[in-house]
């Protein structure tokens, strides 16, 4: 399929093997830069990571709505499901892709992080699991990134993490559980104490906003983290397990073990 206009003629532009442009990484992890005007100045130092699927195929389609200057979007890095890493915006600068957003009370998620975005059919074009060459490709890119930013796991999230009343996406196919083996997202607690440790649902949703979510609309923010730590079922409903997980992962953070 030809590339829409906004796309340079002949398609991206391969990464120089060079210096890089001011601010693009280039080298083995980039493999093209196609500049996105959709930016401006940050506001906050960099302390997250958030992924995103396009939810638009092909990937041409995507690319050329993060460079459109009509779209308002934009993310610093897209992945192709074979692999290929575009970087549109240079890190140190504010990419628009979170939108409305809290995480850990910073409502301005734009200027506090670096947005990746997956080349994927989304929810609404038949969803399923993620390309093996697309995974293979963001963990040494989201590794570099973790470690120049000195990003805490918990601070690696999905768009439906800060954005849980607009949000579904990477959604409950990405594999979280294997990009926690690198270190690179908190892995799901595997001891859980027995029984429902909070007294009542607004116990629950208190610890939830403790923990980093926006709560405003609760069931979303339920589905968002069942959607997270239990993809199996996402019903919105706060039981016994998700709460023993809500709580397993506090207590570690309290503990200094989510760094």
Not at 4 to 32: C, F, K, T
Request: glycine fraction near 10%; aromatic fraction near 6%.
């Amino acid at each position: 399929m030809t590339a829409p206009p906004s796309v340079p003629p002949g398609g991206p532009v391969p990464a120089p093997r060079g210096i890089p442009p001011e601010g693009m990484r280039g080298g083995e992890l980039v493999h093209a830069i196609v500049p996105s005007p959709n930016f401006n100045e940050r506001a906050l130092p960099i302390t997250m990571v958030v992924l995103h699927y396009t939810e638009m195929q092909p990937v041409e389609q995507a690319l050329g709505k993060l460079i459109n200057p009509e779209s308002g979007v934009s993310a610093h890095y897209l992945i192709s499901e074979t692999g290929t890493v575009t970087q549109l915006v240079p890190e140190r600068k504010r990419a628009w892709h979170a939108g409305v957003s809290c995480w850990r009370g910073i409502t301005d998620v734009n200027s506090a992080s670096i947005g990746i975005e997956l080349d994927h059919p989304g929810h609404a074009g038949g969803y399923r699991e993620f390309r093996e060459a697309q995974f293979r490709a963001l963990v040494p890119l989201l590794a570099a990134i973790v470690e120049d930013h000195d990003i805490p796991r918990a601070n690696v999230v999905g768009h439906s993490d800060v954005a849980p009343a607009r949000k579904i996406d990477p959604g409950e196919l990405f594999p979280w559980d294997r990009l926690a083996e690198y270190g690179l997202c908190l892995p799901k607690p595997e001891k859980l104490d027995l029984g429902d440790p909070f007294q009542n649902d607004g116990a629950f949703m208190l610890a939830l906003e403790r923990f980093g979510y926006d709560i405003t609309d609760s069931t979303a923010a339920v589905e968002a983290f069942q959607r997270r730590w239990r993809p199996e079922l996402i019903d919105g409903a706060i039981d016994g397990q998700i709460g023993a997980i809500l709580f397993q992962l506090l207590l570690d953070r309290d503990r200094g073990l989510t760094r």
